[in-house]
């Protein structure tokens, strides 16, 4: 499949998306199908993955063990991210975590990697703007999160320590996926975290308009 007909079919399924949870008649519909939405972004980057080797294999199980093990703790503890919990629209759980968010840390990780590496070629630096970027679009998701039952917090308030743990964990991982696999291509990757931002920017926009 050509890069123009992934990217294509991708905005349209973020933008049904952003439609369908505007309009009350279809949000019900659509907010179930979030974390098929995100096993497909996840498929394609993977597909648009150049030279898969061991390294990429065990990289891509690294991050997606990261990711999910990392909110079991921050839940189970309360501690890491502050106190909150999943709702239902991210689809089944385990230990409380839904399967949904490995992939979710997977897609940030990889997509702002790749981002991050047209700027700096020095890893630390990479793992830096990586983080930072990370940092900031959930910034942008979390009133959002709440809005689309994907997650809450105790007292409806982001506690600073989220986003300070967001941005440490978020930079070893990084460090740690960038030892594991050293250099790749995914000409999607960046068109990928682009539609993300775009996706819960937009949807933040809405909900400042209807307050």
């Not at 630096?125 to 990370?134: Q, Y």
């Not at 999160?145 to 994907?150: I, K, P, S, V």
Request: glycine fraction near 8%; charged fraction near 10%.
């Amino acid at each position: 499949m050509k890069i123009k007909t992934g990217i294509a079919i991708l905005c349209i399924l973020y933008t049904v998306g952003i439609v369908g949870i505007i309009f009350p008649e279809t949000r019900s519909y659509i907010l179930p199908l979030t974390p098929i939405n995100l096993a497909l972004t996840f498929v394609f980057l993977a597909a648009y993955h150049k030279k898969y080797t061991l390294a990429t294999l065990i990289g891509f199980a690294a991050i997606l063990a990261c990711g999910f093990f990392i909110e079991v703790a921050g839940i189970q503890t309360q501690n890491i991210f502050g106190a909150y919990h999943y709702g239902k629209t991210l689809g089944p759980t385990y230990w409380s975590v839904p399967f949904a968010m490995g992939i979710n840390w997977f897609i940030l990780i990889y997509s702002t990697r790749v981002a991050a590496s047209k700027i700096s070629k020095n890893t630390v630096v990479i793992s830096l703007i990586s983080a930072a970027i990370m940092v900031g679009l959930d910034w942008i998701m979390e009133p959002v999160a709440g809005f689309m039952d994907m997650w809450h917090w105790t007292g409806n308030t982001v506690p600073l320590q989220n986003y300070i743990a967001w941005f440490a964990l978020a930079f070893f991982i990084q460090l740690l996926y960038q030892n594991i696999e050293k250099k790749f291509q995914n000409k999607i990757a960046i068109p990928v975290l682009i539609i993300q931002v775009s996706f819960f920017g937009l949807l933040r926009i809405y909900l400042l308009m209807v307050g």
